[in-house]
């Protein structure tokens, strides 16, 4: 008797289609003569009613071998090779499947950790256990348990670029707890931590983390976690490596401050006849005071009252003085950018307080509408001066030069929306030419003689740096320009 021999799906339909063509009996007679097969067994092999094969048998040596008895054996041996068959089929679907995830894990242009936390989720149950709501507030009260949890997150894999990124010189050195991660940053953890105890799939932050050499990297920290295998604790982390890029818009950021000092600098150099001018008044009348008060005070009954009297007013006149040279100072400071929460109608009346001799000498009214209510921002508040103040200059010089009959300046502060501050600068001159609208915050771009085309591009980045904007148009309530500041108001303030 031949060996059975197992024969696929597709070639048993192929051998039936064969057999079923009418035209072809010669073969089949002239097979049968050559293996001489007295006796041909063919049973289905079926998994779950669907046809995973044939078992084929032949015998040469007498007719009627496969009795009822016998098929019935064989017909339990196929059903047996029929799920071999199967999971041999999966076990090879399987074995591909991991092989393109190990594929593609190694080869990711990104860091990645592979954790298991079943520790940690042991740690997370028992606290769910005995009724903890708020993870949050219960490290707030047992500091202790996160520096437990430090030990339950543990390095299963990490790829090859995640090895460059941390410093390894091999895998194994990045294996095992990852504590020593924690304890440098530990409110990523805190963090990453409680979104699990909350049920979210994923978790993603801009933080910073230590490498095994010794330096701190920024990176996107991303925890994915198929909720089919929380109970495993098993997650995939990804680590973009962000210190370049970050290093770049630090050095922007740098280099946006000190073209935004040099303008005011520059600024301040226009200026100095009238922040000389507004000095004057107070210390001139500190010495008036002086003189009145040794008078007072040489008399031959000294008036000890009027004295007095002289003295708080050089105190006040004093006082005036130091503010504006406190003033001048934070214009002329080389300070990083601080925000800080703003009310922006004060600060206007701040900026317009350099321009008071100015917008005199030039009789220009400056009229402020303020829309009622709080009006907060977050933002640096040197900066946002500045730009008052140069946007003011620009629609006075605007008036000045087209010599217009109305001199007249308006600034308002409106709420665009719940969420949103608009400021408008409105001038009485000619207006913003239409060609020139498209080129204004281009740099180095001027309409005047000894301008230097940096004011408005400064304001700008300024601005934008604040997340807001500042459009331009001709839609003055004076029928000259408008410039107005968009800006995001502080969470919260209204």
Not at 165 to 171: C, E, I, L, T, V
Not at 328 to 341: E, K, V, W
Not at 421 to 439: F, K, Q
């Amino acid at each position: 008797m031949r060996a059975p021999s197992a024969v696929s799906s597709s070639s048993f339909e192929a051998a039936r289609a064969e057999a079923s063509r009418a035209s072809k009996p010669k073969r089949r007679a002239d097979y049968v003569r050559r293996t001489r097969s007295r006796s041909v067994l063919c049973l289905p092999m079926v998994r779950q009613g669907e046809l995973v094969g044939v078992l084929y048998l032949e015998s040469n040596l007498a007719p009627c071998v496969f009795t009822s008895d016998r098929v019935a054996l064989l017909q339990l041996l196929a059903s047996q090779a029929a799920i071999s068959l199967d999971n041999a089929a999966l076990y090879t679907d399987l074995q591909r499947s991991e092989h393109r995830y190990r594929q593609l894990f190694s080869e990711t242009p990104v860091g990645l950790w592979q954790t298991e936390a079943q520790t940690l989720v042991a740690m997370l149950t028992s606290l769910r256990q005995h009724g903890v709501q708020d993870l949050s507030q219960y490290i707030d009260d047992h500091p202790e348990w996160l520096t437990s949890a430090y030990e339950g997150l543990v390095l299963e894999d990490a790829n090859h670029y995640a090895m460059q990124m941390f410093g390894a010189r091999d895998g194994r050195e990045l294996l095992g707890p990852l504590s020593w991660v924690w304890r440098a940053n530990p409110g990523t953890f805190r963090r990453a931590v409680t979104s699990r105890y909350n049920g979210e799939e994923l978790f993603q932050e801009t933080t910073k983390l230590p490498t095994l050499d010794g330096r701190v990297i920024d990176v996107l920290f991303t925890v994915a976690r198929p909720r089919k295998n929380d109970d495993q604790g098993m997650a995939v982390i990804s680590l973009v490596d962000l210190t370049e890029r970050i290093r770049a818009q630090d050095m922007l950021q740098r280099v946006q401050a000190d073209f935004a000092h040099a303008a005011r600098i520059s600024m301040l150099g226009e200026l100095a006849a009238s922040i000389a001018h507004e000095l004057k008044q107070p210390l001139a009348a500190i010495n008036m005071s002086g003189q009145a008060v040794l008078r007072w005070l040489n008399r031959p009954v000294p008036n000890l009252d009027e004295a007095r009297a002289t003295g708080e007013r050089i105190m006040v006149d004093a006082e005036r003085a130091v503010n504006i040279i406190q003033r001048i100072h934070g214009m002329a400071a080389r300070d990083t950018p601080q925000h800080t929460l703003v009310s922006l109608a004060d600060l206007i009346d701040e900026a317009l307080g350099f321009l008071d001799h100015e917008l005199q000498l030039h009789s220009v009214a400056v009229t402020r509408a303020y829309a009622a209510g709080a009006q907060h921002v977050l933002a640096d508040r040197v900066q946002l001066q500045q730009v008052i103040v140069n946007l003011t200059v620009n629609a006075m010089q605007a008036i000045t030069q087209a010599q217009s009959a109305r001199r007249e300046i308006t600034i308002r502060v409106d709420m665009q929306d719940a969420a949103t501050l608009c400021c408008a600068v409105e001038d009485s001159g000619p207006g913003i030419a239409p060609e020139h609208l498209d080129s204004l915050f281009e740099s180095f771009f001027t309409t005047r003689e000894s301008g230097m085309g940096m004011g408005l591009p400064i304001c700008r980045s300024i601005i934008e740096a604040h997340g807001g904007r500042i459009p331009a148009d001709n839609k003055s309530v004076h029928g000259g320009a408008r410039f107005g500041l968009t800006l995001p108001m502080a969470s919260g303030i209204r």
